[in-house]
């Protein structure tokens, strides 16, 4: 595992299982370069498993869905896609578009419920804004 704060090696000093699930462990780590500790949460929960009940749990409701409102949502983005290939074809503004053939305009996006998590900074490492960090691999 990777330090937070400067992307180091880290090594364990402390693991335990957690109070109320077996399957997870909380570690303390240390960093090697900095000297950064921190906790970390590692569990043995098979997270294929889990991603296959989302998707089934997903199907499930789209076959829920009444046949007609599903027929009338995919003939309304179907239409989207129609009058976005127009206005590429004739250089005219999309909603110009849209307002010739009597569609409403897609609602705007909201924004995210709760913050994005920030990056790690391994992340950025062949990014030209960030300086080269010392590779310890």
């Given amino acids: 595992m990777i330090c937070p704060k400067c992307s180091a ?3 364990v000093i402390d693991s ?3 109070q109320d699930d077996t399957r997870v462990f ?9 000297g950064h500790r921190f906790p970390t949460w590692e569990s043995t929960i098979d997270v294929a498993a889990q991603r296959a009940r989302q ?3 997903q199907a499930t409701y789209k076959t829920r869905m009444d046949p ?3 027929a009338a949502r995919i003939a309304r983005s179907n239409l989207r896609r129609d009058a976005k290939v127009e206005a590429a074809e004739t250089g005219r503004p999309l909603e110009d578009v849209l307002r010739a053939w009597d569609i409403k305009p897609a609602a705007r996006a909201k924004p ?3 913050p994005r998590r920030r ?6 490492e ?3 804004t960030t300086p080269n960090l010392e590779r310890t691999r």
């Fill in 9 to 11: 090696d880290t090594r």
């Fill in 16 to 18: 335990r299982p957690h």
């Fill in 26 to 34: 909380q570690r303390r780590r240390v960093c090697t370069g900095c």
């Fill in 55 to 57: 998707r089934q749990a």
């Fill in 68 to 70: 007609a409102v599903r």
């Fill in 112 to 114: 995210a419920s709760r």
């Fill in 119 to 124: 990056p790690t900074p391994r992340c950025n």
């Fill in 126 to 128: 062949g990014s030209a």
